[in-house]
């Protein structure tokens, strides 16, 4: 699926852009995270690189490069195996937008992102996970390139983010129109 991303885009995919600048603009701008406080649920996988984790307004921010051939089945599988063994269950929808299914079932999603000089295609995976206390961990993992130029479909940014139950409570959602 490609959608040209503009000023009017709606829906999962501006949410999706959004989430993911202000992960990576926090993950690189705030002050990082004690070893010893990273959660079991952020998961860096081996090999991973220029990891960085974050502790933003009450939540817990991972940020990371890995080489990963697209559709990086296997990486997604490793996160996935490694929260289910913890107890976390994957939300079949998006948790800020409830009427849009999240990759756990839909899959990769491809846009183009015109917010960005030059313009650039992004392949996006992005879904979440509830554990028993109902804290909320997403995941999102993409390959952006420009959109003039031979697609990179290697070089995979992963973003995660740990959301207390406290705080998850408390966030907006888009409701269904």
Not at 64 to 92: R, T
Not at 122 to 137: E, F, L
Not at 139 to 144: F, K, P
Request: aromatic share 10%; net charge positive; charged share 20%.
């Amino acid at each position: 699926m490609k959608v040209r991303l503009s000023a009017s885009s709606t829906g999962s995919i501006l949410a999706t852009l959004i989430l993911s600048l202000a992960l990576e603009t926090a993950c690189y701008s705030q002050n990082p995270v004690g070893t010893r406080n990273q959660s079991e649920c952020l998961i860096v996988l081996p090999s991973a690189f220029d990891v960085k984790y974050k502790s933003v307004d009450g939540t817990t921010q991972l940020v990371y490069k890995i080489y990963f051939d697209y559709p990086a089945k296997s990486a997604i599988k490793a996160i996935a195996e490694k929260l289910q063994k913890a107890g976390w269950k994957p939300l079949q929808s998006d948790f800020w937008n409830p009427s849009i299914p999240s990759s756990h079932g839909r899959g990769w999603q491809q846009f183009e992102d015109q917010t960005t000089r030059p313009t650039t295609m992004v392949n996006q995976w992005m879904a979440q996970w509830r554990n028993p206390k109902n804290d909320i961990v997403s995941y999102a993992l993409e390959y952006r390139y420009p959109a003039d130029a031979n697609p990179d479909l290697n070089s995979l940014r992963v973003f995660a983010i740990l959301i207390p139950a406290s705080i998850a409570e408390r966030m907006p959602k888009t409701s269904p129109k």
